[in-house]
Nanobody, 120 residues
Framework: QVQLVESGGGLVQAGGSLRLSCAAS????????MGWYRQAPGKQRELVAS???????NYADSVQGRFTISRDNARNTVYLQMSSLKPDDTAVYYCNMNIWTLDGPNVNSWGQGTQVTVSS
């Protein structure tokens, strides 16, 4: 019904930058909140950043000032620009969207995850 496809992960040295993208497709009427989460080995999944349909944003304290979330509503796409990366940012990053579908139900959808590895 709805699919989220992520791209942009990879290996980067500490201090470097990466940009993640996540595009939604399917029977979409409107995308409400969009967000990025991450899960490091042995840790729980945590919210990294979120952006509402009105463009208000929220960031985890650990990434504030280094990461920027943005969205393109015409493309149903969310981005995460990551700068000044640290080894502690190493994790699998997942996008999440709250979507009103054309069929009526409101669904909470997840991307497949993309690995971000920051070397020291």
């Amino acid at each position: 019904q709805v699919q989220l496809v992520e791209s942009g992960g990879g290996l980067v040295q500490a201090g470097g930058s990466l940009r993640l993208s996540c595009a939604a497709s399917g029977r979409i009427f409107k995308v409400n909140a969009m967000g990025w989460y991450r899960q490091a080995p042995g840790k729980q999944r945590e919210l990294v950043a979120s952006i509402m349909s009105g463009m208000s944003t929220n960031y985890a304290d650990s990434v504030q000032g280094r990461f920027t979330i943005s969205r393109d509503n015409a493309r149903n796409t969310v981005y995460l620009q990551m700068s000044s990366l640290k080894p502690d940012d190493t994790a699998v990053y997942y996008c999440n969207m709250n979507i009103w579908t054309l069929d009526g139900p409101n669904v909470n959808s997840w991307g497949q995850g993309t690995q971000v590895t920051v070397s020291s």
